[in-house]
């Protein structure tokens, strides 16, 4: 059974399709063992109580340097012997001491079909405003391992929703949230903790 840790910011709601699918039984041989916020007032947290999972907080006021969070969080996650690490909407900046100690054991959850409106700056509402105004006709979301480079590790999962006439970025967002990523990252949870994805160099192979 492989450890999981989850690390949030905010509301939290891809955490929650987590907790309801481990609920379901849906994430097959892996345990969401803790949720790490580096917002004391995240509401992630009150969604990792409720279920009964541990919260543990790391700000970034606590550390001098983005560095020394990073090395604080790598204990922690040793610490608790964790395997896997679920980026659920986690907001500060980490430093290359986390992509070594997990490499190809990150994952994140970003709002659009990358490459198209990633990369460093364009988080939350901002993915959706530049779709619509780029005019595309689908977006979606993926799945990806997490390397030094923001938003381009290799692509695990991807999934995609119509643009309609009218939508606002709010809309947009909503319909990605519900229609792609709730169901994707439990999915590409559940088959890394399989051992289902095998990375080979930009590609990741998933095994039947
Ligand atoms: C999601 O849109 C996710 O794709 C992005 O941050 C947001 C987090 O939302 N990385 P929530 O905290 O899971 O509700």
Not at 129 to 138: D, M
Not at 174 to 203: H, Y
Request: with cysteine.
């Amino acid at each position: 059974m492989k450890k999981i840790a989850v690390l949030v910011s905010g509301g939290g709601t891809n955490l929650q399709a987590l907790l309801d699918a481990q609920s379901r039984g849906e994430i097959l041989n892996g345990e969401i063992v803790a949720v790490i916020s580096n917002n004391p007032e995240a509401y992630a947290l009150e969604r990792a109580k409720k279920a009964g999972v541990p919260g543990y907080v790391l700000t970034r006021e606590q550390y001098p340097t983005a560095r020394d969070l990073t090395v604080a969080l790598v204990n922690k996650l040793q610490e608790l012997d964790i395997q896997l690490v679920v980026m659920a909407g986690f907001m500060t900046i980490v430093t290359e001491e986390l992509f070594q100690s997990y490499a190809n054991a990150i994952i994140n959850i970003h709002p659009s079909l990358i490459p198209s409106f990633c990369g460093p700056g364009c988080f939350g509402l901002h993915v959706h405003e530049k779709a619509l105004a780029y005019g595309v006709k689908v977006s979606g979301a993926t799945v990806h391992f997490v390397t030094q480079e923001c938003d381009a590790g290799p692509i695990i999962l991807q999934k995609t929703v119509e643009v309609l006439p009218d939508d606002t970025p709010e809309v947009l967002q909503r319909r990605i949230m519900e229609t792609c990523e709730w169901k994707l990252l439990p999915k590409a949870v559940s088959l890394f903790c399989q051992d289902k994805l095998v990375v080979e160099g930009r590609n990741v192979r998933i095994l039947q």
